[in-house]
């Protein structure tokens, strides 16, 4: 089916401290990521089916049948070869973009893996889904945080506006001469890859002015620039090159920095790029989670602190390069945080998800750190309900007053 025509639910406005112009339109979180491939103008783009992914390519080539959007769109016969095709697109010097769910993802890992090592910066969208068997169209995490330790960086978005901007950014980090690595933008399967909501989609103008055009320089395989893509190089130089790529993810963290501070000052928003913070004040236990988990944590914080408890949110927006430093800010001083992941950890220290387990890590050196209580929830896109964030919470506080054990791992509503 194709895409809902959104034209007239568009109407222009003025950005307040930016440049140019922007429309209101009411979109998806998917269709938001086609408006940023088309407003960066991506050069090259493949596709393979797969929900709830697929619903970027139906907009993208709306666009370009429509004539808004030029660009080579390849329909490749699966996702491990469409992840190749922009791979060899992006080292010849062409902006690329691609993406997948769930086992289509895992497909590809063969050319994820590589994507990374050869300091391809490509950008990709990721409509975080269940991993079959047993399969489900819901969100899950699993999917994108396989690739949490092989050079990818790996940002989660709450809302199509969220999705839009970071997509931008992400070129602009991604294909930084000191960065080139891959990005991966994760959007919650259904909740943010199909739902609408109005979102400001700035000009071409605009974005020109903060995304520069791709240039590998040195780096880009010409006939004329007889360089090695891909080598073997076995023990001789891999340490060096590994390390070459750790010192790149290293660097990633002022890179994103600057493009947020660059960002907000053209676009009039942006927020703080890892972190989000929501009623943290004076906050006695914290909330964390990552993705839409946000709009149903948040009305159960309202909810709480109008009867008296001091509850806070946080939100991890970029997971690698992790947010190590805000992280430890942020949560210094806290009773006891209560992690919820919409993903597992199967075996893993205090069997918990991977955010929690990362987060454990993260406030290892911090003087007198909270508790750390680890909640899995939402799995396969089940809701995760304000009386389940008011559960949760609960036992958060109570792990605060030593009346619960925080090496436990809860997995919240589950049938008995």
């Not at 979109?27 to 491939?37: D, L, R, T």
């Not at 991977?354 to 680890?374: C, G, I, M, Q, T």
């Not at 396969?380 to 559960?391: F, K, P, Y």
């Amino acid at each position: 089916m194709a895409p809902p025509d959104t034209a007239t639910a568009a109407k222009t406005i003025e950005l307040p401290g930016g440049s140019g112009d922007e429309r209101e339109e009411l979109i998806s979180g998917s269709e938001a990521i086609a408006h940023a491939c088309r407003l960066a103008d991506v050069d090259v783009i493949t596709a393979y089916p797969i929900r709830p992914y697929d619903t970027v390519m139906q907009y993208v080539s709306q666009m370009i049948s429509n004539g808004d959007f030029d660009c080579e769109f390849i329909v490749a016969e699966s996702e491990h070869s469409q992840f190749e095709i922009v791979k060899h697109a992006s080292a010849v010097g062409a902006r690329v973009f691609c993406g997948s769910s769930g086992v289509g993802w895992f497909y590809a890992f063969e050319a994820l893996a590589v994507t990374a090592g050869l300091r391809i910066p490509m950008v990709a969208m990721v409509g975080n889904r269940a991993l079959d068997d047993p399969g489900a169209f819901g969100v899950e995490h699993n999917d994108a945080l396989a690739v949490r330790d092989l050079g990818w960086m790996l940002a989660w978005v709450a809302t199509a506006q969220e999705a839009l901007d970071t997509a931008l950014i992400a070129y602009r980090v991604a294909e930084d001469p000191r960065i080139f690595l891959p990005c991966a933008i994760s959007c919650d399967g259904a909740f943010l890859t199909h739902s609408q909501a109005i979102v400001k989609v700035p000009s071409k103008e605009m974005v020109d002015s903060f995304l520069p055009p791709y240039d590998r320089g040195e780096k880009q395989l010409h006939p004329d620039n007889p360089i090695t893509i891909a080598p073997q190089v076995n023990e001789d130089w891999l340490m060096e090159m590994r390390q070459q790529n750790d010192k790149a993810m290293r660097r990633a963290r002022e890179v994103i920095i600057e493009a947020y501070d660059d960002f907000e000052a053209k676009f009039g928003r942006g927020g703080e790029p890892f972190i989000e913070r929501y009623m943290m004040d004076d906050a006695e236990i914290v909330l964390v989670g990552m993705g839409t988990l946000a709009l149903p944590v948040k009305v159960a914080v309202r909810k709480m602190r109008g009867q008296g408890k001091k509850v806070g949110f946080l939100r991890v927006r970029w997971f690698r390069p992790f947010p190590t430093i805000e992280l430890q800010d942020a949560l210094s001083g806290v009773q006891a945080v209560g992690v919820i992941d919409r993903d597992y950890g199967f075996g893993s220290p205090f069997h918990s998800g991977v955010l929690a387990n990362e987060l454990r890590s993260a406030l290892y050196p911090v003087e007198n750190p909270p508790k750390v209580v680890s909640f899995i929830a939402g799995l396969g896109g089940r809701e995760v309900s304000i009386d389940n964030v008011v559960e949760i919470a609960g036992m958060t506080y109570d792990a605060a007053n030593d009346s619960l054990d925080d090496q436990d791992t809860h997995w919240i509503g589950v049938r008995e």
